[in-house]
C-alpha cells in the first residue's frame, strides 16, 4: 500500500510567488515523522525540513514550511518567494514508529518561471 | 569532509558483468540503505542494514547483494548485470531511532550512476 502520495507529478511557480507542493500519507501509528527533500538537476538528496507526528506547531527552515495536518493526514510543503534555484524534485517521506524505514512519494517537479 | 561517500560515481558496463558499489558514512549512524533511482525519478527502498544487520530487504533480484563489513560501510555488488538495472543508486545513513529519535534525517551520498550497456 502506498504510504505516502504526491499527486502532483510537474509544478510551475512564478519566481517570487508562494507554491504549496502537496503529501499525503498513511500510517495507524502514532509516531511518525514526515520529512521533505529536494533533489535538484545535479542530482544529490538534500534534506529541507522535518515534521513529527507529535509537533504542535507546523516546522518550519527560512523560506520553507510545513502545512502539517494531522487529521487530513497531509504534509504539504510551502516554498515562500521563489527562487529560480528552487527549481527542483521534492520528495516527501515518512518515517514509521519502527524507525527504520523511509517511505518515499514519488516526487514533485517544480519548475520556478522567471 | 564528505558525509556519506559514494564510489564510484559513475559506473558505465557491459551486460553480464559484475559490478560493485562502495559506500562510507562518517557520521557515527547505526542505519544504512540502498535506493535505486529510476529514470522517472521513482525512490525504491532496496536493503537497509543496522549495526551491521539486514533489517530491509525489499524485492530485489537476488543478483544484488549487500555487505556490510561494519557499521561504517554498506557496499552493493550487482552479479550478471541487466539492461534494467541501469539507474542511480544512493547510498543513505541515519541515526537509530532507539539512540536519535524518529526526527533524525536520512543523509544521502552523492549517488552512483550504473549504465548498463
Known amino acids: 500500500a502506498q504510504k505516502i502520495t504526491q499527486t502532483q507529478p510537474g509544478m510551475f511557480v512564478q519566481e517570487k510567488e508562494a507554491v504549496t507542493l502537496d503529501c499525503t500519507y498513511d500510517?495507524?501509528?502514532?509516531?511518525?515523522?514526515l520529512f521533505w527533500y529536494k533533489q535538484p538537476s545535479s542530482g544529490e538528496m538534500i534534506f529541507l525540513i522535518y515534521?513529527?507526528?507529535?509537533?504542535?506547531q507546523n516546522a518550519t527552515e527560512g523560506r520553507y514550511s510545513l502545512n502539517f495536518q494531522k487529521a487530513r493526514k497531509s504534509a504539504n510543503l510551502v516554498i515562500s518567494a521563489s527562487q529560480l534555484g528552487d527549481s527542483a524534485m521534492y520528495f516527501c517521506a515518512m518515517r514509521d514508529y519502527t524507525g527504520n524505514q523511509f517511505y518515499f512519494g514519488t516526487g514533485t517537479s517544480l519548475t520556478v518561471i522567471p | 569532509d564528505t558525509a556519506v561517500s559514494q564510489t564510484p560515481k559513475y559506473l558505465v558496463t557491459q551486460m553480464g558483468n559484475d559490478k560493485s558499489i562502495k559506500c562510507e558514512q562518517n557520521?557515527?549512524?547505526?542505519?544504512m540503505y540502498w535506493y535505486k533511482q529510476d529514470s522517472k525519478k521513482f525512490l525504491k527502498i532496496m536493503f537497509s542494514?543496522?549495526?551491521?544487520?539486514?533489517?530491509i530487504n525489499e524485492t530485489v533480484p537476488n543478483r544484488f547483494s549487500p555487505k556490510s563489513p561494519d557499521k561504517a560501510h554498506l557496499n552493493l555488488h550487482i552479479n550478471s548485470l541487466e539492461l534494467g538495472d541501469s539507474a542511480v543508486y544512493f547510498c543513505?545513513?541515519?541515526?537509530?531511532?532507539?539512540?536519535?529519535?524518529?526526527?533524525?534525517?536520512?543523509?544521502f551520498g552523492p549517488g552512483t550512476r550504473l549504465t548498463v550497456l
Open positions: 543513505a545513513s541515519s541515526q537509530d531511532v532507539a539512540s536519535g529519535g524518529i526526527g533524525n534525517e536520512q543523509f
Open positions: 500510517t495507524s501509528d502514532p509516531s511518525y515523522g
Open positions: 557520521l557515527g549512524h547505526d542505519t
Open positions: 515534521q513529527g507526528s507529535y509537533d504542535q
Open positions: 542494514y543496522n549495526n551491521k544487520e539486514l533489517i
